[in-house]
């Protein structure tokens, strides 16, 4: 019997009234659960199974099936306030999608489980609201649940677990020294090529038109410094680009269709 934390990735329906559910488990990496009567009002499992959910499982594991059946499954965090934010839930499920689709297979991901278990933590956080007269109010920030980091800001988030994906799964970026002349970059970098990975500093750009947006490159610099990022959609499409480009294009993250959506609707409400 397998007692262990999970990450809900994805669940589709298998009948009438049960779900297939993936999950990224603490202890076994990916795992597939057959959910019965999972859809019925009256299930055990009920909310603790619903994506993007931190629960706590206890199954037994059969290695001769791909579906494994769930005994308990109890909600530790239903990360309430992120689905209260349409542009968070929408970066909490690309993040889920290319755990599910991208990470290795049959082996455990303690390292994906915590930068996940972190970053949604940290989208979970509500935005502090100011009373009438603009006075901030004490004690009015709210808490991460213990063991996890308090983020720089909230908007490099995404970028930030991109980065540090790249980083688990070993496609390493320095953004802090030039590709062609390897000295420190001062500031912002003046270019950067995602399908190398590659900075580049403004001596050695010299006249040539840079590839990278400003704003990609404004982003950077935030996010290596750890300022808030004026405009996360180009770094975080960077970051994607960059993560696609070694990964390979073969397994489309659909998931990017809503974020995508979702952040033209947040720029017309600006």
Request: one cysteine or more; hydrophobic letters at 40%; proline letters at 6%.
């Amino acid at each position: 019997m397998i007692k262990t934390r999970a990450i809900v990735l994805h669940r589709f329906p298998y009948s009438d009234s049960s779900w297939i559910v993936k999950a990224l488990t603490e202890e076994t990496g990916t795992v597939s659960f057959i959910v019965k009567g999972g859809k019925r009002k009256d299930s055990p499992f009920r909310g603790a199974l619903d994506p993007l959910a931190l629960c706590e499982i206890v199954y037994r594991e059969n290695p001769n099936t791909e579906l494994q059946f769930l005994k308990e499954a109890s909600v530790i965090n239903w990360h309430a306030h992120l689905r209260e934010n349409l542009l968070a839930l929408a970066k909490a499920q690309v993040m889920a999608e290319i755990v599910l689709r991208y990470a290795p297979a049959g082996v455990p991901l303690e390292g994906e489980f915590s930068l996940l278990e972190e970053a949604l933590a940290a989208l979970d956080v509500p935005d502090i609201k100011l009373p009438a007269d603009n006075a901030p109010e004490q004690d009015a920030a709210p808490s991460l649940p213990a063991g996890i980091k308090q983020p720089a800001n909230k908007s490099g988030v995404f970028a930030r677990w991109l980065l540090d994906i790249c980083e688990l799964w070993g496609y390493h970026l320095d953004m802090s020294s030039c590709s062609r002349c390897d000295h420190q970059i001062e500031g912002a970098p003046a270019d950067f090529h995602p399908e190398t990975g590659a900075f580049v500093c403004k001596n050695c750009l010299g006249v040539e038109t840079p590839r990278a947006r400003p704003e990609t490159l404004a982003g950077f610099e935030a996010l290596r410094t750890g300022s808030a990022i004026a405009h996360p959609e180009f770094v975080e499409n960077a970051l994607l680009a960059y993560l696609r480009s070694h990964i390979g294009f073969m397994r489309e993250i659909n998931s990017l269709k809503f974020l995508n959506e979702t952040r033209k609707l947040y720029d017309r409400s600006r």
